[in-house]
């Protein structure tokens, strides 16, 4: 199964960690159409950019061998060994020299970012679950702003102004500062912005900033995934000025920019969407939106019919929209049914194919639903932070401001899909497909309130470590076992970096975990408490090692993709079972954390795992999991609940009472 994840955004090393987030340099009052005016240039750091290292082969084997020994009895590990031992001095030694090569001929990418596209694009399973992730937005601050003409206005004006801003060359650049005091600063943004592009990330690294690749922002707007036979394209067009608007199944476009490239007045979109929202019409018998979640070579079949049947120059309008709006009929009710919605919703309201979808619903709850293969979370979590700030802060129109005086009738455009029976039938069956998939798959969600960030600090530990743990705990009680896990970790801090895996199940977690689950009454709290802190100093030398691009996951991949493409029979490593073991991951975690983010998530990569999403938050730990019929997510969640509380306890000197659960 291809592994995709929401990913998290920067690894909460002591070596990397961000200090501060950028705040943009004005030059005076941003005008309606930016929403920063940055006078460093937005891609100013991009050519300079270090490239992603290709890690030497005998590190890869030993990180390699390190992740497998807590998956693995003795007589399977042996075995795994010496098919390390023979691949690091036969095949994978010619196929790492012929990748250090072929890297060296290519300095204007990374090794990883054309295998990572094609993994991507030549997946034929539906892109619905398996794929495409969501961030939900906080509720805007103001409540009678969450009114849902008001919040999908504001949101839509402030996604434009990121696209203008971002074309401009506007934009701050994407920077993570180490020593805020020095490199967030006028004084040296005025400096920086006179050093040469092909020097600039040196000078930044000096003060001890970091900038990130930022090569994806472009394919945020005017993108589409279009489905082909064998591997899909992603196809973008930014001369289109139009937004796509979904509702009740039925699709719109208008102009959100005028033929000079200006914003249209937001009284005006408020007056269109006003005007899509009284549409009573009722939902379309065959609602195209379903076509997208069938699985690629189905749908690329289908879009052959759609464009043969007369409906190009309409699909045209909706691959090359802006982005695509969605404003859902219904108001959300909790938390568990937010996750529903933006994850995968009813299948009628959503071109999953999109960049991204801006869904807002009936009572204004908004989340960014994305398609994965254009890009990772730095980019779509920079749009999301900057859109939730500015239609927060500084909204387009009130819920009072009137709607434009304008003929919407005739701005908006309603597109009629030319259906024959074949696309009928198309529609019916990836309905049901649909349907029968969404039936299986449970979402369940938990905030644990005894404490967060700022305690765990205290005691010297890692939040991330220490939440990574109350998993492979949870896991260990609930089927008593430890399992492949998958933490996503960026390596944009390299030219056209993607992701690496940080693998938090450890020899280490493993003892930590049993001595909590297994025999708690037979250590004290102190014995306890040095299990977690050995967990938490390995898990921080994971995740400083998988943010410099120096994990074993990305290497062997482009090892054996590099294979693949030769032609050159697959080495024995890649056949063992222990090999499909560790690559079938059963707990498949993310996090992001943001103040503008409510709640994000993805479902399992596996039939038999668990996706979770989570966020650490100052006094507070936020979980929120998914999983298909034979896994249960509550049940998992009450075991993770149970092992963040069995972990406090022995913080705070308490013995753990039993190990039932």
Not at 72 to 98: P, Y
Not at 115 to 144: C, G, H, Q, T
Not at 415 to 422: V, W, Y
Request: with cysteine; proline share 6%.
């Amino acid at each position: 199964m291809v592994t995709r994840l929401l990913l998290r955004v920067w690894p909460q090393s002591h070596a990397l960690r961000a200090g501060s987030p950028c705040r943009p340099l004005s030059a005076g009052p941003a005008p309606s159409q930016y929403l920063q005016r940055s006078i460093v240039p937005t891609m100013h750091y991009q050519d300079s950019l270090p490239r992603l290292p290709v890690p030497k082969l005998e590190d890869t084997i030993r990180r390699y061998l390190n992740a497998q020994k807590p998956l693995l009895d003795d007589s399977q590990f042996r075995k795994t060994e010496q098919l390390c031992k023979s691949f690091e001095n036969g095949s994978g030694k010619e196929l790492h020299e012929q990748l250090v090569a072929q890297d060296k001929k290519n300095k204007h990418t990374s090794y990883i970012s054309g295998p990572w596209f094609d993994m991507y694009l030549a997946a034929r399973d539906s892109i619905v679950l398996n794929f495409n992730p969501f961030m939900a937005f906080n509720p805007d601050p103001k409540a009678e702003y969450n009114d849902q003409l008001t919040r999908a206005t504001n949101m839509t004006m402030s996604a434009i102004r990121f696209l203008k801003t971002l074309r401009a060359g506007l934009l701050e650049p994407e920077v993570f500062h180490l020593n805020p005091a020095k490199s967030d600063t006028d004084t040296f943004k005025r400096l920086i912005r006179f050093v040469p592009s092909s020097l600039s990330w040196y000078g930044a690294y000096l003060v001890n900033a970091y900038p990130l690749d930022m090569s994806q922002y472009f394919r945020l707007f005017n993108s589409t995934r279009i489905p082909k036979r064998g591997r899909d394209e992603l196809f973008t067009d930014d001369k289109a000025r139009h937004l796509l608007v979904l509702r009740k199944g039925h699709f719109y476009v208008f102009d959100v920019l005028d033929k000079d490239g200006n914003i249209v007045s937001a009284s005006e979109i408020k007056a269109h969407l006003k005007y899509v929202l009284s549409d009573s019409s009722p939902a379309p018998e065959f609602p195209l939106a379903y076509l997208p979640s069938e699985n690629r070579d189905v749908w690329a079949g289908l879009r052959e019919k759609l464009l043969s049947d007369g409906n190009a120059e309409t699909l045209q309008k909706v691959d090359s929209a802006v982005f695509c709006l969605c404003l859902d009929d219904f108001p959300i009710k909790d938390l568990v049914h937010l996750s529903h919605s933006m994850l995968h919703s009813d299948g009628t309201n959503r071109w999953f194919d999109k960049s991204f979808n801006l869904i807002v619903a009936k009572d204004g709850s908004a989340a960014v639903h994305f398609e994965h293969a254009w890009g990772d979370g730095v980019a779509v979590l920079r749009f999301f932070n900057e859109v939730f700030k500015d239609s927060t802060q500084t909204p387009a129109i009130t819920p009072q401001s009137p709607p434009a005086a304008t003929d919407s009738s005739v701005a908006v455009q309603k597109l009629d899909f030319k259906l024959t029976d074949a696309l009928k039938t198309g529609i019916t069956t990836a309905k049901r497909k649909f349907d029968e998939t969404m039936k299986t798959l449970t979402i369940d969600c938990i905030q644990f309130q005894r404490g967060g960030k700022e305690f765990l600090k205290k005691q010297k530990l890692s939040p991330d470590a220490v939440v990574q743990l109350a998993f492979q705990m949870a896991f260990l009680r609930q089927y008593g076992q430890t399992v492949a896990t998958y933490e996503s970790c960026s390596t944009a801090a390299f030219k056209h970096g993607r992701t690496e895996t940080i693998r938090p199940a450890s020899i280490f977690t493993k003892k930590c975990s049993e001595a909590f689950v297994r025999e708690p009454s037979k250590h004290s709290a102190g014995e306890l408490q040095q299990l977690m802190a050995e967990c938490s100093k390995y898990h921080g030398q994971l995740t400083k090692e998988a943010a410099m691009g120096q994990g074993f996951d990305r290497h062997l991949f482009a090892l054996r993709y590099l294979a693949a493409a030769r032609g050159i029979p697959l080495p024995e490593l890649y056949l063992d079972p222990a090999y499909g073991k560790i690559n079938h991951n059963i707990l498949s975690t993310s996090t992001l954390s943001s103040p503008a983010v409510n709640i994000g998530g993805f479902a399992p990569v596996v039939p038999d795992g668990f996706g979770i999403g989570y966020a650490v938050h100052d006094n507070w730990i936020g979980c929120n999991v998914s999983s298909y019929t034979g896994r249960n997510a509550r049940e998992f969640l009450s075991c993770v609940e149970k092992s963040l509380d069995d972990m406090f306890d022995a913080l705070e000197g308490k013995r753990i009472k039993t190990a039932s659960g």
